[in-house]
């Protein structure tokens, strides 16, 4: 059974940096698309960046192009996203996500992924 767990959430002034990270555990990922979502109460779950297998292709979100950077590590088994510039707006409970599928390419939707890890919080204050 894999499992995904995010860490590095916490809470951050405007302009300020952090980074994400989801550690896989169960199975290798390394041949598995991967992705950040992202929700804030009331709202539907918003994609924000998937990046292939290999790490050579991704792609973002307007809302975070030019600002983040989603990366993955396949021998650690370990998913990143590098979020710079953060504005209040981020503000919210941020997911990682894969598609269990092996060489699958998924859209940019929620349910495209079905192995989730159970989020974490950022918080950016003004």
């Known amino acids: 059974q894999v499992q995904l767990v995010e860490s590095g959430g916490g809470l951050v002034q405007a302009g300020g940096s952090l980074r994400l990270s989801c550690a896989a555990s169960g199975r290798s990922l390394m041949n598995n698309f991967m992705a950040w979502f992202r929700q804030v109460p009331g709202k539907e779950r918003e994609f924000l960046a998937s990046?292939?297998?290999?790490?050579?292709?991704?792609d973002y979100a307007d809302s975070v192009k030019g600002r983040f950077i989603i990366s993955r590590n396949n021998i650690e088994n370990t998913l990143f996203l590098l979020m710079n510039f953060l504005q209040p707006e981020d503000t919210a409970v941020y997911y990682c996500?894969?598609?269990?599928?092996?060489?699958?390419?998924?859209?940019?939707?929620?349910?495209?992924?079905?192995?989730w890890g159970q989020g974490t919080q950022v918080t950016v204050s003004s």
């Open positions: 996500a894969a598609i269990s599928a092996l060489w699958a390419v998924p859209g940019r939707g929620q349910n495209e992924y079905d192995l």
């Open positions: 990046i292939s297998w290999s790490g050579r292709s991704t």
